[in-house]
């Protein structure tokens, strides 16, 4: 692909991970990282899913839905969304977009609400809320056999609010939502992917305690939750995933330590994780859409939480 700047590699070693747990002893850096056209709107905690030849960029307290090329690598407006929030979960699902729940900030009220986008149509409907007491943002969220599912979150009704251990499933073919068996720990800002027949929950924060370096998987075939998975090495919450073969790499992200650049890939087949090339600008508050076996990431926010430092920069993550 004809990506317009530098291509940037660089070692994980030593210092950068010094903190972390040992990564698996045969793991070795890999992946290289290309700049791409910005998206023109700086903001953070947004939302970036690909559909057909196109990625679509939204949320960040913000109506505004962007498509990107990444052929012709332009950028152009779609149709807006309904309501400016942030910390959205959104997945592709038969050639739509769904954007479920959301909030106003962090910590924030929670919105329930769910609005699918139809590229073809260019345009938003509005189909079943999550299930009453249970809306929420900063979800981990994944799509398995034609339906989506939303693992925790942080929910704030204006009364009580806190990080929640929720897990439901949305079936579009009856647009109906179904509570299933809880996340073993309250958790939200978590990284999440699904791969064979599990769907992943990692890292993220419990609000009043901080981050959590927890790995489980949720297996389909057997409806219950596996604990004790090897841990995110890295401590932090808002962070990319991206998922290239049986691995599922972490991209980015907050926490204590302040705004992370660091890609770390959990093999689901052995259980280790191994440190990749770090994304060359450290933000959180970011998706990555997936595109030619390629991971896209735009905007993010350089600060810590609401401190600022949106920025509009795209870069690529390939690993070989």
Known sequence: ???????????????????????????????????????????????????????????GRSPVQQAFDPVAHTWSIVAPLPESLDHIGAVALNGKIYYVGGLNGYPGTSSGKVYVYDPVANKVTQVASLPAGRDRGAVGIAVYLGKIYVAGGFHDNGTVKGSVNFFDVYNPATNNWTSLPNLPERR?????????????????????????PTNDAYDFTTGKWITGLAPLPTLRAGAATAVFGTEIVVIGGEGNGGVFHQAEAYNTTTNTWRGLTP???????????MYNGSAYIADGGTGMGGSGGNTDVQEVLTVS
């Open 279 to 289: 994304m060359p600008t450290a933000r959180h508050g970011i998706q990555a859409a």
């Open 188 to 212: 939200d800002h978590v990284s999440c992917a699904v791969i064979g027949t599990r769907m992943y929950v990692i890292g993220g924060r419990t609000f009043g305690k901080g981050l959590q």
């Open 1 to 59: 692909m004809n990506r317009r700047a530098l291509t940037v590699l660089v070692t994980v070693a030593g210092a950068l991970l010094a903190t972390a747990p040992p990564l698996a002893a045969s793991a070795a850096s890999s992946g290289t990282w290309t700049t791409e056209t910005p998206s023109g709107v700086a903001r953070r905690e947004v939302t970036y899913v690909t559909v057909g030849s196109k990625l679509y960029l939204a949320g």
